[in-house]
């Protein structure tokens, strides 16, 4: 039984299409038709991507042993500011991906979250900027300048909010493809 699975990558871009069919991946871009063995799959990294405020996304990369990948998300692109979340069909579309994968390659590695190197740098970023946003707000609290201590307060806030998923959901780990991480999963 064949799976499909259909997403616009970006606003101004053409839909893909995906098709799973046993042991074989095919990804129609309009421009071309890509067939992929699931056999030549290396990697499969399960990722969180924030696009923009509100518009959050999971990301399936498929790498090949000769290093193309194939790339699809849990969000569907309408126009530049209509977005459609497709959190089931990603879901069972992913799932019935990483089973096939599995079957066809047994040696696949299969990773959540971003490569230890970029998570680390962002968990730093991400401290640093919470702690001179901190020190900011202790120095405009001692100057008295309490409208600047509540904008600094509300900026901690709306970047909290929106980094702390980025690190706390792309923390580098392996998963089984009989249990993909919940938290990667919409």
């Avoid at 089931?88 to 066809?104: G, N, T």
Wanted: aromatic share 8%.
């Amino acid at each position: 039984m064949t799976q499909t699975y259909s997403h616009s990558p970006g606003p101004s871009k053409a839909p893909i299409s995906f098709a799973l069919d046993g042991d074989r991946l095919t990804v129609d871009s309009g421009r071309k038709v890509q067939e992929v063995r699931l056999g030549a799959v290396e990697q499969v990294r399960l990722t969180y991507e924030p696009k923009s405020l509100g518009r959050n996304a999971f990301q399936t990369r498929l790498r090949l042993k000769d290093g193309k990948t194939v790339t699809f998300s849990s969000i569907n692109w309408k126009s530049l500011v209509d977005v459609q979340r497709l959190d089931r069909e990603y879901r069972i579309f992913s799932r019935a991906l990483l089973d096939a994968i599995v079957h066809a390659n047994p040696e696949a590695r299969f990773i959540a979250g971003r490569p230890r190197l970029i998570w680390g740098a962002t968990l730093f970023v991400a401290v640093i900027a919470l702690a001179a946003i901190t020190v900011f707000i202790w120095r405009a609290l001692q100057a008295g300048a309490g409208s600047a201590a509540l904008m600094g307060v509300l900026f901690a806030l709306v970047g909290i909010w929106q980094i702390e998923p980025m690190v706390r959901l792309n923390k580098p780990r392996r998963f089984t493809p009989s249990e993909p991480p919940a938290d990667l999963m919409p």
